[in-house]
């Protein structure tokens, strides 16, 4: 890794998900169909119709990352989300919308575990893994600020039509895969095979060549590409089988995925709620978008706040976590829109604060080699989740 430069590979990382994040139409995709005539059936079969996507491609993604590299995976990420928000502006009915969200899925599923595993392994690259818990807390704080200001934007989304809302999520899409563009793939992970094919000559010299020669070479540039197609099938099994082998030997990495999940749903699904019921409660649809942000806000602090317990037990933060999780649901039905925005910022605090820890401990369990495979296992368990509370908590609330 001779010079690589640590410290502008983390600062592009992080600008990576300043901008990413920054989608003021899919922060408010939900008004935005609404405006569009969808009633909130429809609008709840599409939430449903993400998170199963999102369930099918999550543990697939996280294997083209660890086969194919992460930088390659981002990539394709963030050019699967300019073409659903295309798709979003051209859709006309359910089905088109419905097709649109699932790309969004598609998207999300790519760079899940995909950015992490790249930040992970470019400290470790340079021997400075310990440095990731700062990474995972910083980065999560920027991109829930990021998120929340998208969120602030709901009143100007609403204003522009969801056509040029869409337009301006696609012009930050486009800067976020020039940054991907301009990382540095971390080697071990596709480099023996890219070299298997960066020898070629130009067609000038070719030309020149006996008739014999370019046989050979031809032969030779055949033999290379079927050795790579090997190569990449057996990488591709044995992440498979290894990822599969160390989920069902480490019982603690599962119970931290469940655990995790669990309060993640809950948490998300009543600042999901709260969006429906703050109106309801009577708060003026003006300060709806500024509640959001300020309780995006408590998510922000929660990440930021774990780096400075890095040797409390992970039970402690569980706990912690969880009663700040009832806490928020227990808001949700006291009719007051000030102690509901409470709660949402007490549960936002939770999330997140479980939510990094989480990340560092799952990041010093998993093999290098898996990490992007295992840490989409742990996206895939939030989705599962996800599709059960989603019924569940709306029954309730």
């Not at 290894?242 to 019982?251: G, P």
């Not at 409470?342 to 990490?371: C, H, K, W, Y």
Request: aromatic share 10%.
């Amino acid at each position: 890794m001779c010079n690589f430069n640590i410290k502008r590979q983390i600062n592009k990382l992080y600008t990576l998900t300043a901008v990413s994040y920054f989608r003021i139409a899919g922060a408010s995709w939900v008004a935005l169909l609404a405006l569009r005539g969808f009633s909130l059936l429809q609008v709840g079969i599409l939430e449903s119709i993400f998170h199963i996507a999102s369930s099918c491609f999550e543990i697939p993604s996280g294997v083209v990352a660890d086969v194919f590299g992460r930088k390659r995976t981002l990539a394709l990420s963030k050019l699967v989300s300019v073409l659903s928000c295309l798709a979003m502006i051209l859709s006309d009915n359910f089905g088109t919308v419905a097709f649109a969200i699932a790309f969004s899925a598609l998207s999300y599923n790519l760079e899940s575990g995909t950015i992490e595993a790249l930040a992970y392994d470019s400290l470790k690259s340079v021997k400075q893994e310990e440095k990731y818990n700062q990474y995972a807390s910083t980065e999560m704080m920027l991109y829930r600020i990021t998120s929340s200001t998208a969120t602030l934007c709901a009143g100007f989304a609403l204003w522009l039509g969801y056509k040029k809302a869409y337009a301006i999520d696609i012009f930050f899409g486009m800067i976020a895969l020039g940054i991907v563009c301009s990382l540095r793939e971390i080697s071990g992970f596709t480099g023996a095979d890219d070299k298997l094919i960066n020898s070629q000559t130009d067609e000038h010299n070719k030309e020149q060549m006996s008739e014999e020669k370019q046989e050979r070479m031809n032969e030779e540039e055949t033999d290379q590409k079927n050795i790579q197609n090997i190569r990449i099938s057996e990488r591709l099994q044995n992440v498979i089988t290894e990822s599969w082998h160390f989920m069902k030997n480490n019982r603690k990495a599962r119970s931290i995925m469940i655990v995790n999940a669990l309060i993640g749903a809950v948490s998300t699904l009543i600042l999901f709620f709260l969006q429906a019921k703050l109106p309801l409660a009577g708060m003026n649809e003006a300060l709806l978008g500024p509640a959001l942000f300020v309780m995006g806000l408590g998510a922000a602090l929660g990440a930021k706040v774990v780096g400075y317990f890095p040797k409390w037990k992970y039970k402690k933060y569980i706990i912690l976590s969880g009663i700040g999780t009832l806490f928020a649901f227990g808001m949700t039905f006291s009719g007051n829109p000030y102690l509901m925005v409470l709660g949402g910022f007490a549960g936002s605090f939770a999330d997140d604060f479980l939510e990094v820890r989480t990340d560092i401990l799952l990041n010093d369990m998993i093999p290098s080699e898996q990490r992007a495979t295992l840490i989409s296992v742990n996206s895939f368990t939030f989705s599962l989740v996800m599709i059960v509370m989603s019924t569940l908590m709306g029954s309730i609330m």
